[in-house]
């Protein structure tokens, strides 16, 4: 009888222990909690719930575990319908992910398992894009996206996806080229890109160790490379291939590299190897002939001068398009939606002066240099007009009158800005930049500031008016906006006094970001600004935004101030740890103050209240709360589908790890698509007068 009551304590004991140590992690807890409710709470995932509950102990429907981490998900061709929802990247330990055959619909979210190695979500509704985040999933080996009805054209996110064995996008409605990086793909054995609408040469494929390839039903052009040709499963019918033998390949796309080469065509290599060397000698002895023969029928005079010119020419020349290897490096190229009088870069052939002995100095078409030892400094070695003018310290002085407080517009971690106005009614803003940050600097690095400033044209970017260097004075002289700026319009105004639209926030947010796109993407190098707040961010006449303080990110290594309290991310505790995905923290922080008002951090708030990304972004997700954290400002006049849509690209930006924030350019596309679905116009934009009615739902 002991023994049988002893038996039954060790069971139950067993049972507790075994609950106990299977109790799953609260983050994995909570995005299925999520997932659950945003799946529609099916009644066919036995188990699962809305809220708690402990997958890895209570056997939930389709949940694998390890301990009490979730490793598995396999919810495949279970009927289920809604979306994925948005905790997903909580899921650390997850490495086999399948809802396929589903109906489930919407975006594929960005927030996926971070470290999956198997993802299949096909057959089902999906639309949009292929989604940025999987760039960053470098375990990936299988995954299928097959049978849904994605669109657009793919980004460049392959580059690190080198364990990817399996990747299948057919049956969707994807455009445009194939990316580059999808030559990076070097463990790629299965490729199925058929029925879609894909354009272009598929040469980026052609090293690749495939063994099955089928890009059936595009609009692909070109030859298919012979090295796709020798795959054992290979499918290419309803393309528009080009007929005929296929051109040789581009310098520096040796081809032949990758496959066998027989004895034949070596000796064929070999003998047009030798033809050409022929071809070339007689060539250059002819060129040598006549130029000979020139030089004896031309003046001295002149041959130096030819002399002087091709050289210039061929170091520096437009029409050569070679520019010196350091400049090249760090030209902002022009972007496609440059206004007409700032798309291109004046290039300006270098000229002997002899008021410098023979030293290289630039020619310009708007002023004489020689007058600044600044503006030489400013110009030794480039070959670029530069486009900010030269300001005298004496006419800002009188322009400010002396700098006086009552002309002061702002005060920043790098110095104070000013209004200065001219008798002709001119107004400009100037930044008197700090001293204190050139001490111990470079006696050039203020004019590689002014060069380097002077290089961004973009709409959305406040441009260098010009600059002034005189007497220990550095400042950088811009166009003077009257609106102010977004942090005058959202916290210094009354509430009602000067209301911002909800078309007009999201086309803030949507032209600060598109600046930002630039300066990350088509700057080379790219350019962090390290000090994206809404301050920073002018407003012209029309409330189109201007984002201000570009370039002046090396000050920011300086300065123990940096941004403003709430726009800092969690990594940046110091400040060389800043990158591209800190500006993204800091674009999300601005966001949140678009959508509800409120300053980053408000210490006349309650405490919980005090840190706005802290307060709001458990709420972004819930439609209910979202009305009541919205700007009161805005009087209940949004559409509330765009309102979720713009808390949702919060989240992602404002993410704790930096790697889980999408790039700019995603941003972007989120952005343009919410202004698409809403139908927004441009009427209206200042004022209370909008209806609901203007808003497509």
Request: net charge neutral; glycine share 8%; charged share 20%.
């Amino acid at each position: 009888m002991g023994h049988h009551f002893l038996g039954l304590w060790i069971v139950f004991f067993g049972v507790i222990a075994t609950r106990v140590l299977s109790k799953t992690n609260a983050p994995d807890v909570s995005a299925l909690n999520v997932m659950y409710t945003s799946l529609n709470s099916p009644s066919q995932l036995s188990g699962w719930q809305s809220s708690g509950g402990d997958p890895c102990g209570d056997s939930w429907e389709g949940i694998k575990c390890s301990g009490s981490s979730v490793t598995e998900i396999n919810l495949s061709n279970l009927g289920l319908s809604g979306s994925m929802g948005y905790q997903l990247s909580s899921l650390t330990s997850v490495t086999y992910f399948d809802l396929s055959k589903n109906n489930i619909k919407g975006e594929i979210p960005y927030q996926l398992p971070p470290n999956a190695q198997y993802i299949d979500l096909s057959e089902n509704g999906f639309t949009n894009n292929v989604p940025y985040s999987f760039s960053q999933m470098t375990d990936l080996e299988y995954l299928n996206l097959a049978h849904n009805q994605l669109n657009g054209q793919l980004s460049d996110m392959f580059g690190k996806l080198t364990k990817l064995k399996e990747l299948d996008l057919s049956s969707n409605s994807l455009t445009g080229n194939l990316p580059q990086s999808f030559g990076k793909l070097s463990s790629l054995i299965k490729l199925h890109l058929q029925d879609n609408k894909f354009t272009g040469p598929i040469n980026v494929l052609a090293n690749l160790p495939l063994d099955d390839l089928n890009v059936e039903d595009n609009d692909f052009s070109g030859w298919i490379p012979e090295e796709l040709k020798g795959i054992r499963k290979l499918k290419t019918g309803g393309n528009s291939w080009s007929s005929g033998t296929a051109p040789p390949s581009p310098p520096g796309e040796n081809s032949s590299v990758h496959r066998k080469v027989n004895d034949d065509g070596i000796k064929s290599l070999v003998t047009g190897l030798t033809i050409a060397g022929i071809a070339l000698g007689v060539l250059v002895l002819l060129v040598i002939i006549i130029s000979l023969f020139s030089r004896k029928s031309s003046r001295h005079s002149s041959h130096f001068f030819d002399e002087e010119r091709f050289s210039q020419q061929k170091s520096f020349s437009p029409a050569s398009q070679e520019l010196p290897k350091d400049l090249r490096s760090d030209i902002c190229k022009d972007y496609k939606d440059l206004r007409s009088s700032s798309t291109s870069i004046d290039i300006m052939p270098f000229q002997k002066s002899p008021s410098i002995g023979g030293r290289p100095a630039l020619s310009s078409g708007k002023q004489s240099f020689s007058e600044s030892e600044f503006v030489n400094r400013l110009n030794a070695g480039r070959s670029m007009s530069i486009h900010a003018s030269s300001f005298l310290l004496g006419d800002l002085q009188a322009a400010t009158a002396n700098f006086a407080s009552g002309r002061l517009l702002g005060q920043g971690s790098t110095g104070r800005v000013y209004r200065a106005k001219y008798a002709d009614g001119k107004v400009l803003a100037v930044k008197k930049i700090d001293s204190s940050l050139f001490r111990g600097g470079r006696p050039e690095e203020f004019s590689e500031i002014v060069a380097n400033i002077s290089k961004l044209h973009h709409q959305n970017i406040a441009e260098l008016v010009g600059y002034c260097s005189e007497q220990g004075h550095n400042m950088l002289i811009h166009e003077y906006f009257r609106n102010g700026s977004l942090h005058n319009f959202l916290h210094m105004s009354d509430e009602y006094s000067r209301p911002l639209t909800w078309n007009t926030r999201v086309r803030i947010a949507l032209g600060t970001a598109r600046a930002i796109e630039y300066l990350h993407e088509v700057c080379s190098p790219s350019l962090i600004h390290k000090n994206i707040k809404s301050s920073n961010i002018l407003l012209d006449a029309e409330l189109n935004p201007r984002l201000s303080d570009c370039g002046l990110g090396t000050f920011h290594q300086r300065t123990s101030q940096n941004l403003g309290v709430g726009y800092n991310a969690p990594e940046c505790t110091r400040p060389l740890a800043y990158t591209l995905k800190s500006d993204v923290y800091s674009f999300g922080v601005v966001m949140l103050e678009l959508l509800t008002g409120r300053m980053p951090f408000d210490s006349s708030k309650p405490k919980v209240e005090q840190c706005l990304v802290l307060w709001a972004t458990p709420q972004l997700h819930d439609n209910e709360a979202l009305e009541n954290i919205a700007d009161p400002a805005l009087r209940g006049l949004y559409p509330p589908k765009s309102v979720s849509r713009f808390a949702d690209i919060i989240a992602l930006c404002v993410q704790r790890e930096p790697e889980f924030r999408p790039a700019m350019s995603e941003v972007v596309q989120a952005l343009v698509r919410l202004v698409q679905r809403s139908s927004m116009n441009k009427r209206g934009d200042l004022g209370g007068s909008r209806q609901l009615d203007d808003y497509d739902y």
